[in-house]
């Protein structure tokens, strides 16, 4: 630092100025490189991963048996806050590959491309529309991938999959993290045959960006079919007799003069040369009718184009076509991406049983062929309904790419929330588990010790911890004069903080913190009561899409808040529509009243604060399985009304209502409860089913 520099920052301090923020990146130097991207807004790699706050996983569903060493994971919620509580599993070696190895083998991303630009959805609206740009952004995803690092195991590998607007700044973002020296390579994906723009080059590729975490990581080659055109040119020959009759061939030489060894001279038919191979293996070949003769009588290997892998795959794809709209794999969610794309990258860059981890889950495309090719995984998504799309798909895979052929039966897995929590479950949990949970919701180290013969639980920012136990306890209340019992028991001996985590009904003052001797003893409440002095940021909401173009918006939620199911007063009754002859079943939004804590803050909305309803045509009494999707935009342009064919209607269905919190109301409904005439109109197809 200059002298006259540090003068400044003395004076400024003197008068009571606040420092300027471009001052923070001579004051606190990042690492030394050779070149950065600097911009406002962009934090420090530590402070990055101290600031984040985890959040602990809960499970909200499992799909089959887990198995002790490992369970695939599929987690809703924010990918920073989320990605914190995966570092820690992997530093408690709980984020294992098949090998034993910590840590993900392969991460695939394809974040929102912050272009601003439309992409057509499934009803012919634009997809999604970035609203983070310029610095906002490339801080977004810095930050993710600061974390996307850590989580790689020492041989692990980044796929960064983006368009042509923003590329260069991640590019620069990228060798900053993993080191200019870590870049493998830059993949151009044509993703969509040329169209017509007389004012510029037609855009028609994504880029991937590929970066290893050390100088060992996976490559498998793979290789591309030979061209019709190739094969005529080069393989000339086509053979005439035997089990390989009509198979094309060149032929390759077999002298070895000039090879290292000498080579094996000997007479064959007539013709005496060194031979690259012995005459044993000459004999071979001749037996096997591998041998091609010149017009001298110079024996030549047959090369049969069958028998070789094909072209070693360059870094230019054409030949890997997106989802079109007849293809058997397509969800109709937004940018969905083909399963053959992904099944080059997990074949090339991972090995079976190695985890193969997406941040950005979406459609869950990365899942779907990882579970296809015998790897591990783990996805991350902040939407409910990428949720709820994956896990319809991880349950009806074909076994084939592009979802054919046979039905799969899908490995275990589990669903888990992290920053939105089902409070009645938690209170269930045993007390261990109850415990663990509730230090990690806080942030809390789990450091069991005694102070003043006090047995407490953790530390927070170097204070003690005590998680009441209610269940030992039941109808015991914390009130004011409790915490002057533990501090006449502990005293200073604590220093300046005290937290007490429990749940909030069972304590009996408002106030967040009371002061008692020097020292302040905080209440953790559960659900949470926030507390500004010990965050740095205020706590956001996951916010759900009410709009189709909404659907990949990018996120960045802080905190966590508890399930509260909103209020829906709605109807479903047998119509007639305008325009049809057939009576259809017609859902009816009447009333809709959403319940969320925002910035400490216990609030309520109403129809504007709907997001989107979901539903299960034939539920099975267990499993939501997702088949149609209507957004609030598209529901309130029809009245809060949408219609479904009463032969798609199995004996009971599922509706889902979905606020822009990420909070539900389900409900089930018989189909005959909501009419006769429609019970006797199942009945009659029933019968007709079964004379065919």
Same mark, same amino acid.
């Given at each position: 630092?200059?002298?006259?520099?540090?003068?400044?920052?003395?004076?400024?301090?003197?008068?009571?100025?606040?420092?300027?923020?471009?001052?923070?990146?001579?004051?606190?130097?990042?690492?030394?490189?050779?070149?950065?991207?600097?911009?406002?807004?962009?934090?420090?790699?530590?402070?990055?991963?101290?600031?984040?706050?985890?959040?602990?996983?809960?499970?909200?569903?499992?799909?089959?048996?887990?198995?002790?060493?490992?369970?695939?994971?599929?987690?809703?919620?924010?990918?920073?806050?989320?990605?914190?509580?995966?570092?820690?599993?992997?530093?408690?070696?709980?984020?294992?590959?098949?090998?034993?190895?910590?840590?993900?083998?392969?991460?695939?991303?394809?974040?929102?491309?912050?272009?601003?630009?439309?992409?057509?959805?499934?009803?012919?609206?634009?997809?999604?529309?970035?609203?983070?740009?310029?610095?906002?952004?490339?801080?977004?995803?810095?930050?993710?991938?600061?974390?996307?690092?850590?989580?790689?195991?020492?041989?692990?590998?980044?796929?960064?999959?983006?368009?042509?607007?923003?590329?260069?700044?991640?590019?620069?973002?990228?060798?900053?993290?993993?080191?200019?020296?870590?870049?493998?390579? #830059? &993949?151009?994906?044509?993703?969509?045959?040329?169209?017509?723009?007389? /004012?510029?080059?037609?855009? &028609?590729?994504?880029?991937?960006?590929?970066?290893?975490?050390?100088?060992?990581?996976? =490559?498998?080659?793979?290789?591309?079919?030979?061209?019709?055109?190739?094969?005529?040119?080069?393989?000339?020959?086509?053979?005439?007799?035997?089990?390989?009759?009509?198979?094309?061939?060149?032929?390759?030489?077999?002298?070895?003069?000039?090879?290292?060894?000498?080579?094996?001279?000997?007479?064959?038919?007539?013709?005496?040369?060194?031979?690259?191979?012995?005459?044993?293996?000459?004999?071979?070949?001749?037996?096997?009718?591998?041998?091609?003769?010149?017009?001298?009588?110079?024996?030549?290997?047959?090369?049969?184009?069958?028998?070789?892998?094909?072209?070693?795959?360059?870094?230019?794809?054409?030949?890997?076509?997106?989802?079109?709209?007849?293809?058997?794999?397509? *969800?109709?969610?937004?940018?969905?991406?083909?399963?053959?794309? +992904?099944?080059?990258?997990?074949?090339?860059?991972?090995? #079976?049983?190695?985890?193969?981890?997406?941040?950005?889950?979406?459609?869950?495309?990365?899942?779907?062929?990882?579970?296809?090719?015998?790897?591990?995984?783990?996805?991350?998504?902040?939407?409910?309904?990428?949720?709820?799309?994956?896990?319809?798909?991880?349950?009806?895979?074909?076994?084939?790419?592009?979802?054919?052929?046979?039905?799969?039966?899908?490995?275990?897995?589990?669903?888990?929330?992290?920053?939105?929590?089902? =409070?009645?479950?938690?209170?269930?949990?045993?007390?261990?588990?109850?415990?663990?949970?509730?230090?990690?919701?806080?942030?809390?180290?789990?450091?069991?010790? /005694?102070?003043?013969?006090?047995?407490?639980?953790?530390?927070?920012?170097?204070?003690?911890?005590?998680?009441?136990?209610?269940?030992?306890?039941?109808?015991?209340?914390?009130?004011?004069?409790?915490?002057?019992?533990?501090?006449?028991?502990?005293?200073?001996?604590?220093?300046?903080?005290?937290?007490?985590?429990?749940?909030?009904?069972?304590?009996?003052?408002?106030?967040?913190?009371?002061?008692?001797?020097?020292?302040?003893?905080?209440?953790?409440?559960?659900?949470?009561?926030?507390?500004?002095? *010990?965050?740095?940021?205020?706590?956001?909401?996951?916010?759900?899409?009410?709009?189709?173009?909404?659907?990949?918006?990018? &996120?960045?939620?802080?905190?966590?808040?508890?399930?509260?199911?909103?209020?829906?007063?709605?109807?479903?009754? +047998?119509?007639?529509?305008?325009?049809?002859?057939?009576?259809?079943?017609?859902?009816?939004?009447?009333?809709?009243?959403?319940?969320?804590?925002?910035?400490?803050?216990?609030?309520?909305?109403?129809?504007?604060?709907?997001?989107?309803?979901?539903?299960?045509?034939?539920?099975?009494?267990?499993?939501?399985?997702?088949?149609?999707?209507?957004?609030?935009?598209?529901?309130?342009?029809?009245?809060?009304?949408?219609?479904?064919?009463?032969?798609?209607?199995?004996?009971?269905?599922?509706?889902?209502?979905?606020?822009?919190?990420?909070?539900?109301?389900?409900?089930?409904?018989?189909?005959?409860?909501?009419?006769?005439?429609?019970?006797?109109?199942?009945?009659?197809?029933?019968?007709?089913?079964?004379? /065919?």
């Amino acid at each position: 630092m200059k002298d006259d520099f540090r003068q400044m920052v003395i004076d400024a301090l003197r008068r009571g100025e606040d420092l300027p923020t471009e001052w923070s990146r001579i004051l606190f130097p990042p690492d030394k490189q050779e070149y950065e991207l600097v911009y406002h807004g962009k934090e420090r790699k530590e402070e990055v991963i101290r600031g984040t706050m985890g959040v602990p996983l809960q499970p909200a569903s499992s799909f089959g048996k887990n198995s002790a060493d490992w369970h695939n994971k599929l987690i809703f919620g924010d990918n920073l806050q989320a990605m914190k509580s995966l570092l820690r599993m992997k530093e408690r070696n709980e984020l294992v590959n098949a090998d034993g190895s910590p840590g993900v083998k392969l991460i695939y991303i394809d974040p929102p491309f912050a272009t601003k630009q439309e992409f057509r959805g499934s009803k012919e609206q634009k997809a999604y529309q970035d609203k983070i740009a310029g610095a906002q952004f490339v801080e977004f995803m810095r930050k993710r991938l600061v974390f996307l690092y850590e989580l790689l195991a020492d041989d692990g590998c980044l796929y960064f999959h983006l368009d042509t607007k923003k590329i260069h700044y991640m590019k620069v973002v990228l060798d900053e993290i993993f080191g200019e020296e870590r870049f493998v390579n #830059e &993949v151009i994906w044509k993703r969509t045959s040329a169209h017509s723009d007389s /004012s510029l080059y037609a855009n &028609v590729h994504d880029t991937l960006l590929l970066y290893s975490k050390s100088s060992k990581f996976t =490559f498998n080659q793979q290789f591309t079919d030979y061209t019709e055109a190739y094969i005529a040119e080069r393989y000339k020959h086509i053979e005439t007799k035997g089990p390989r009759k009509g198979e094309r061939y060149a032929d390759d030489n077999l002298i070895g003069t000039g090879l290292r060894g000498g080579g094996y001279p000997y007479d064959w038919k007539g013709v005496f040369r060194t031979w690259r191979c012995p005459i044993d293996t000459m004999r071979k070949y001749a037996k096997e009718n591998k041998l091609y003769y010149t017009r001298n009588g110079v024996a030549r290997i047959k090369r049969f184009v069958k028998d070789l892998p094909g072209v070693p795959l360059s870094d230019v794809w054409t030949d890997v076509n997106p989802v079109n709209s007849q293809a058997a794999e397509r *969800l109709d969610y937004p940018t969905q991406k083909s399963e053959s794309l +992904l099944e080059r990258i997990i074949k090339t860059s991972s090995s #079976e049983g190695d985890i193969v981890f997406d941040a950005f889950a979406g459609s869950g495309t990365s899942l779907a062929v990882a579970e296809k090719l015998g790897r591990r995984w783990a996805g991350i998504d902040c939407g409910k309904l990428s949720i709820y799309s994956i896990q319809k798909r991880m349950l009806n895979l074909k076994e084939k790419i592009g979802n054919k052929g046979k039905c799969l039966s899908p490995k275990p897995f589990t669903v888990y929330n992290a920053g939105l929590y089902d =409070f009645s479950t938690l209170k269930q949990l045993p007390w261990f588990e109850w415990r663990f949970f509730a230090l990690q919701l806080f942030g809390c180290k789990e450091e069991p010790h /005694s102070i003043g013969g006090l047995k407490l639980d953790g530390k927070l920012k170097g204070a003690s911890v005590l998680v009441f136990n209610h269940q030992e306890n039941p109808g015991q209340r914390i009130d004011e004069e409790t915490i002057h019992d533990i501090h006449g028991a502990v005293g200073k001996k604590i220093g300046n903080r005290f937290f007490i985590v429990a749940p909030r009904g069972v304590f009996d003052f408002q106030q967040d913190y009371i002061d008692c001797g020097g020292v302040r003893y905080y209440a953790l409440r559960i659900p949470y009561s926030v507390i500004n002095e *010990l965050h740095s940021r205020e706590f956001s909401a996951l916010q759900q899409p009410n709009d189709e173009t909404a659907v990949n918006d990018t &996120v960045d939620a802080v905190g966590f808040d508890f399930i509260q199911p909103p209020l829906v007063d709605w109807s479903i009754d +047998l119509k007639k529509r305008k325009g049809k002859k057939l009576e259809e079943a017609c859902l009816q939004i009447k009333d809709f009243e959403s319940r969320a804590r925002l910035r400490g803050k216990d609030t309520k909305g109403g129809l504007e604060t709907f997001s989107m309803l979901m539903v299960d045509f034939n539920y099975n009494g267990a499993v939501f399985d997702m088949d149609e999707t209507h957004f609030a935009h598209e529901l309130e342009a029809h009245e809060w009304q949408t219609w479904f064919k009463l032969d798609r209607l199995g004996e009971n269905i599922m509706v889902v209502f979905l606020d822009i919190y990420g909070n539900e109301a389900r409900e089930v409904v018989a189909r005959k409860s909501f009419s006769t005439a429609l019970a006797e109109t199942s009945k009659g197809q029933a019968k007709s089913k079964k004379r /065919s």
